[in-house]
């Protein structure tokens, strides 16, 4: 039982980039899943989330315009696309899945993914 963000890597500024958050051992449809990034030295950060309706959540204005969040439940798997990638924005990256997007604490989401890198440099 486990979530796996995946898609990470090397890009440029202005590039696009898809993460991908995978389930496996239980049905993701069944979740709220929730993007969460965390820079070097800086607290996690909460990007975007989807509930199980597929109605979108910003969790920060930072990616407003150029992030966005889906979900595929026949694959089992969440999305995180983003564009126009800035510097700013490299960080680890990972999702979780829980009950609701706000109004809980996702410290204590029912599962967590491990992060996958993002590095947006010239």
């Known amino acids: 039982v486990q979530l796996q963000a995946s898609g990470g890597g090397l890009v440029h500024p202005g590039d696009s980039l898809r993460l991908s958050c995978e389930a496996t051992g239980f049905t993701l449809e069944l979740y709220a899943v929730g993007w969460f990034r965390q820079a070097p030295g800086k607290e996690r950060e909460g990007i975007l989330c989807i509930t199980q309706r597929d109605e979108t959540t910003y969790l920060s204005d930072s990616v407003k315009g150029r992030f966005t969040i889906s979900r595929d439940n026949a694959k089992n798997t969440a999305y995180l696309q983003m564009n126009s990638l800035k510097p700013e924005d490299t960080a680890d990256y990972y999702c979780?899945?829980?009950?609701?997007?706000?109004?809980?604490?996702?410290?204590?989401?029912?599962?967590w993914g491990q992060g996958t890198l993002v590095t947006v440099s010239s």
């Open positions: 979780a899945a829980d009950w609701v997007c706000s109004g809980q604490n996702w410290n204590l989401a029912n599962y």
